[in-house]
């Protein structure tokens, strides 16, 4: 032992690790795939349509199949998507619902 590498304590796992480990775990983890109903890979900005109606909850609107929606945004969450839709203001669709275009 020796280096002088500075440890960090994992909660995770509860051990203590090597700092380059535990950045390098943390960057890997923020790659979250988010993937449409047929496997596509989504990504920010893609546009999407939707593949059933879906009532809205609170906005008292039913967005209807084939419905497209442009520029999307990933949360960090594999199912989750931020979108935009007018009239409808922090909209967010399940990927399982949706296609990419």
Known sequence: MGEDED?????????????????????????????????????????????KDLTVKGAGQTLKRGTLIKSI??????QEI????EGIKGLVLRAEFVKKR
């Open 7 to 51: 440890y960090v304590f994992d909660e995770a796992s509860g051990e203590w690790l090597p700092a380059s480990q535990v950045a390098a775990s943390m960057a890997a983890g923020d790659a979250v795939e988010v993937r449409d109903a047929v496997g596509n890979l989504l990504a920010d900005g893609d546009q999407v349509t939707l593949i």
């Open 73 to 78: 945004r990933l949360t960090g969450d594999p």
């Open 82 to 85: 931020d979108c935009r839709y």
